[in-house]
């Protein structure tokens, strides 16, 4: 017995009703069952007409009282249309009288459903309306290739859009038409004239055999199948096989037609999509399809949503709304972050972080990536998210950026000290070298004591001279020492940026860093404060600095 979805497959539906709840729920459910059909919405009658040019349906769902039209009357004018008479009409109506139902009939309507919507009464009655429009079909091509003499019947075959053979009993081909000549490659008709049907179509020939005998079983029924071939060009392709039987005028089997549909793209397709599917139910990242409408109506959300304790059908019946379950404290950030990506027209994907609520009232963070989908126009129809959970992620951070404020309040400490220690040096040295500066400048006045000989008067002046330098060599090494410790990279990044600085010019970078005076620098170096000046104004030059940029503002930098 065929499944009913062979019979949707490819089938277009049309769904016409005003109300926007009603006519999205229905596809949802509907694409569901049927995931191989074809779905298209209008809202009004006006749209209609211009729908049926362009998505030329199979079967409409048609409202009874839509706001600008009569549905009875519509669907009236769509029957008198010969090009759309044999379209099938299915009302929806909330009045189940029997005079309603009746006028439904009368004006060519197939069918009628009533709202509320029971699933299992919405499928059989479409699943009814499918099997008759097999069967109608069948019966079309059927008819069409029994009624006419042979050449006729070639003739149409010849020019149908399918490919299609003829074979007798033993399935030994008598004829083929021009479209089966180009899906299987073949340049000769009179090469495979007489030749078996699985001599052409070369497949698997144990499936083979198995597919002649199904045939052999059910003579007086139809079949169809999938089945993969290789051209003689060595590539694969997949066929879709309807076999019809031929009967002679007293109805005696004598052969077979076969049409042949190439699928390959369609179940290449599929596999794609199931895999996907598969994939996606089976890991931890959630898909979810949100309508781009005030709550985010979800359209769909992965099997997989059972993690957190929720079912599909709870979102897609909008029994529950996703906006509902995002944590309160989030809720306001993340529809106004939402509305800005909306807005912003340059941007397609984006990224949320926030708390939602499973359904057993558990908090959890979920990363929520979103990509905006948008129509021709521009206007955002659809959000297409996928939803991972962060929650043990966001803990670690937590645990991390503990670690990390530890960490630097330790190095803080740490730095506090040896700035401290520094500074205690400094003070200690600054007073320490006052005793010095006395000497040298007692040692000084005498100096200029002119009843001194030269000779006292050269002893003192290398007095003085070795007092300057041994002081101020002893008090740099130990401050240099000192300043590497807390920074120890100060001389590496200046000197990679000014790498022709002298060593005297890297003292007075030194100092300055540490936010010493021109007076305090003179009172260690034993250089007077204008010589500090002149030394100061020539290191901007080096540096490069503007007039009013500061000096210890620029090396506080490194």
């Known amino acids: 017995m065929k499944k009913i979805e062979e019979f949707a497959e490819g089938t277009r539906l049309l769904l016409v009703d005003d109300d926007i709840i009603s006519v999205n729920y229905l596809e949802s459910i509907l694409s569901r069952k049927y995931p191989r059909m074809i779905f298209n919405i209008v809202y009004n009658g006006n749209d209609l007409f211009e729908s049926i040019k362009y998505a030329k349906p199979d079967i409409i769902l048609l409202d009874v009282n839509l706001p600008d039209a009569d549905g009875y009357e519509i669907c009236k004018k769509i029957k008198s249309d010969p090009q759309n008479n044999d379209i099938i009409i299915i009302f929806i109506t909330a009045n189940n009288s029997y005079e309603q139902i009746t006028i439904g009939f009368k004006n060519g309507g197939s069918d009628y459903l009533t709202k509320p919507y029971n699933n299992e009464v919405l499928f059989a009655r479409i699943n009814t309306q499918l099997k008759i429009k097999h069967s109608f079909n069948l019966l079309k091509i059927q008819n069409d290739l029994l009624k006419i003499a042979d050449e006729r019947y070639k003739q149409i075959v010849e020019n149908n859009s399918f490919a299609i053979i003829e074979t007798d009993l033993n399935f030994k081909i008598k004829f083929y038409n021009k479209n089966f000549s180009n899906l299987f490659l073949i340049d000769n008709s009179n090469e495979i004239i007489d030749s078996h049907l699985f001599e052409i179509i070369d497949t698997d020939k144990e499936y083979a055999i198995k597919y002649i005998n199904q045939i052999n079983q059910n003579f007086n029924k139809t079949s169809k199948h999938h089945i993969k071939c290789k051209l003689s060009s060595s590539k694969n392709i997949i066929v879709k ?26 179940f290449e397709l599929n596999e794609k999509l199931e895999k996907a599917n598969f994939v996606i139910n089976n890991s931890e990242s959630i898909l979810f399809i949100w309508k781009a409408q005030n709550g985010w109506p979800v359209e769909y959300v992965s099997e997989n949503i059972s993690q957190y304790g929720y079912t599909p059908e709870d979102f897609m019946s909008n029994k529950i709304i996703f906006e509902d379950i995002i944590f309160h404290e989030d809720k306001i950030r993340v529809k106004e972050e939402v509305v800005f990506y909306t807005r912003s027209q340059n941007i397609n994907d984006f990224s949320q972080e926030y708390r939602i609520r499973t359904k057993n009232n558990k908090i959890i963070w979920i990363e929520d990536k979103t990509t905006i989908v948008r129509n021709d126009k521009g206007i955002v129809i659809n959000y297409i998210g996928i939803i991972v959970n962060i929650t043990e992620k966001k803990k670690n951070q937590v645990i991390i950026n503990e670690y990390q404020k530890n960490k630097e309040n330790i190095l803080t400490t740490e730095i506090e000290s040896k700035e401290k220690e520094l500074a205690m040096f400094l003070l200690k040295m600054s007073k320490s070298n006052e005793l010095n500066v006395l000497t040298i400048n007692t040692l000084s006045t005498i100096l200029h004591d002119s009843e001194l000989s030269n000779f006292n008067k050269n ?3 290398s007095l003085i001279d070795d007092l300057k330098r041994n002081n101020s060599e002893n008090i740099w090494d130990e401050l240099k020492f000192r300043f590497e410790n807390l920074h120890n990279d100060f001389y590496k990044n ?30 260690i170096t034993f250089i007077s404060p204008d010589s500090i000046k002149t030394a100061r104004t020539r290191l901007r030059k080096k540096f490069n600095l503007d007039k009013d940029e500061n000096l210890a503002n620029f090396l506080s930098k490194y």
Do not use: R
């Open 459 to 461: 002893n003192i002046k």
């Open 241 to 266: 096989i309807d076999n019809i039987n031929k009967n002679d005028q007293n109805n005696n089997l004598v052969g077979y037609f076969f049409i042949f549909e190439d699928t390959t793209d369609t």
């Open 494 to 523: 200046l000197l990679k940026d000014f790498p022709t600085l002298s060593k005297a010019e890297l003292k007075l970078s030194t100092f300055l860093k540490l936010a010493m005076s021109s007076k305090e620098i003179a009172n």
